[in-house]
Structures are given as C-alpha cells and as structure tokens.
C-alpha cells in the first residue's frame, strides 16, 4: 500500500490494540471485544507483509478514504457483501444529511450585502468547503475552499473546517491570524496529505472588503468596466504547520460584486475532453455587470451546462456570489 496514511494508520491501529488490551484487562471480554482484537492484530500483520490496503477478493487498492475511515477494511467498493453495501449507502446518505445542514442559507443578506451560492457535489457527499457567516462586529465573513481528495474522507474534512472558522470567528482576531490558526489546527489534525485551497474574506458595511486568498482559484471583483483579479496572498491550509497569511484589501462600491468558485467550474470538460477554463469564467462575469448573486450564479450554471453538451462532472462545484447593494433590505434577516 503506497499512500502518505501508511504511518499514521499504522499509529493509529496501534493505539485502537492498545485500548482494547486495556479493556480486556479490565475484565471486559466480550466476544465484540475479542472479535475486534483479532481483526486489529490481522490489519497490523498484513501491514507487515505487505498484503495491507489490497482487497482480498480481487487484490487491487482498496480506497484510501475508506481505509480513513475505517483502516480495518479487508474489501473494495466492488466486493463488499449486500449487506455491507446496504449498510455503506445508509451511512452515505446520513452523511450527505449532515453535510446539507451544515450549509448557510442559500440567500444572505447583511448590511448592505447580499449573497447566494451553488453547491454541487459529484457524488453523495461534497470536499467542497462554503459558508457566510456573520460576526458580533457587525462583518460578515464569506468562506469558500476545496479540500484535496474526494469522497466521504474530503466531505469530513471539509466539517472539520467549518467547526473551526464558526469556533474562531466570533474571536475577532485580524484576518491574517483567523487563517493562521485554522491552518495551523488543520495540519495538526489532518493526514500530511491532506490540505486546502480556500478563499476566506470579511466584509464591512462600509463597502471594504478584506480577502485573504489561500492558494485557491482568484476570486474576480467585477466593478467599474472590467474584471479583476483577487491573487493568492499565501499556501492553502495545511500545507504547513507554520504558515503565514496576507491579505488584499479593496472598496467595493454599491453594485458592485465577487465571484468565487471551485475548480469544478473552470476545470469542467466537455465531451470531447476540452477544459472550460478561468478565461472563460472571466468573459462570462465582464458581460454581468450589476447582476444580482442569484442571476450570477444561474448564468454561470447555464453556461456550464451548455459548454459540458452532457457530459458528466467530474468534480463538486461550488459557486458564491458577493454584491453590496445601495442600502441594507428592511425586513430580511441574515441567513446563519
């Protein structure tokens, strides 16, 4: 098995034997405790022999994000029982639930701005990280990232990292030291492999928009009569244990808004293999000028699905639009 988890599920089995020696110890042997010993000791011997991470039917990788999740997994995907199939899908669509909850409202507005997103996944579940979240500062924060890998191993990641920024938000700190410490407990927490490409940015009534852009796609400020770039001010989260962050800072004017999106849109192909591309993002959003977030969002879905001609997503997709309007609407309440 040649994969960046080898080391730490091998630590972790370990530690899983460790516990169980310690309830047998206890007086506490049950045949679910024994049954688990023998098939801890097992995972641990075929990581010795080398058999670790291969399906015993068929002998290929078994996937590595179920090997996350479970690393005492013996079969691939293809060769589970009915019932462990049955009992996967069940646990699939529970995670799909929660993932759903865990979103904003589809339709935010606060002081002055509004908001709406797109979130797609390609599967049941969804790496793809997005959230707005207003702050006791009267700001609001808009978050949207793309973890590396796929499957219900991106999709835990993905809470991991909406539990932090909601932990960290309401602490007020400068932007640069909120992503500092939510990269540094990402990487403590996380597999070496594992990281984040993520745009996170704070808003203020006043119209200043703050962005710090963590190694991810550049959001494109449409105002005045073009489109600019947001570049990268730093590593995507995790990267690093000791990473740094800038910021960009810039006016945005009433009417004025922020497209951001995952590589599900600019990396979209079309059935002949073709990429949908950042340059294509970039002329769609020239011609929206003084679009609402909503219509942003349904022209860059239409064209999409014109582009793809049928074709099958080959990733999630995830699309957030920004716009700060003239006054704050009377009535509506932020969507938390």
């Not at 058999?51 to 015993?56: K, Q």
């Not at 600019?266 to 294509?280: K, L, P, Q, V």
């Amino acid at each position: 098995m040649a994969t960046d988890a080898y080391p730490i599920l091998r630590e972790e089995l370990i530690d899983r034997r460790r516990q169980l020696g310690q309830a047998v110890s206890a007086g506490v042997p049950t045949l679910q405790v024994e049954r688990l010993v023998h098939e801890v000791d097992a995972a641990l011997a075929r990581m010795d022999d080398g058999s670790y991470g291969l399906c015993e039917v068929c002998r290929q990788p078994i996937e590595t994000d179920r090997l996350i999740v479970d690393p005492l997994a013996r079969f691939c995907l293809e060769h589970l029982t009915p019932d462990q199939k049955r009992a996967l899908e069940a646990d699939l669509g529970l995670a799909a639930e929660i993932q759903k909850g865990l979103l904003p409202g589809t339709r935010f507005y606060h002081r002055g701005w509004e908001a709406a997103y797109h979130y797609e996944p390609a599967g049941i579940v969804s790496g793809d990280y997005c959230d707005l979240v207003p702050a006791p500062c009267g700001d609001f924060y808009f978050i949207l990232g793309d973890v590396s890998g796929k499957g219900v191993a991106a999709s835990m990641l993905m809470a991991h990292l909406q539990a932090m920024f909601r932990t960290l938000i309401p602490m007020a700190l400068p932007l640069p030291e909120l992503v500092e410490r939510a990269s540094r407990v990402f990487c403590e927490s996380t597999l070496p492999s594992h990281y984040a490409t993520l745009v996170c940015g704070r808003a203020g009534e006043s119209g200043e928009l703050e962005v710090c852009n963590a190694g991810h796609l550049p959001p494109l400020l449409i105002a005045g009569g073009g489109v600019t770039q947001i570049e990268a001010t730093g590593l995507p989260l995790g990267a690093f244990c000791n990473e740094e962050f800038a910021t960009s800072r810039v006016l945005v004017e009433p009417g004025q808004a922020l497209l951001l999106y995952t590589d599900g849109l600019s990396e979209a192909r079309d059935a002949s293999g073709r990429m949908y591309g950042t340059d294509r993002v970039r002329a769609l959003v020239l011609g929206q000028r003084g679009r609402g977030p909503k219509d942003l969002i349904e022209t860059c879905l239409r064209d999409l699905a014109s582009f793809r001609t049928g074709a099958p997503a080959g990733d999630d997709l995830t699309i957030m639009a920004i716009r700060r309007s003239a006054a704050g609407r009377e009535g509506e309440e932020p969507s938390f």
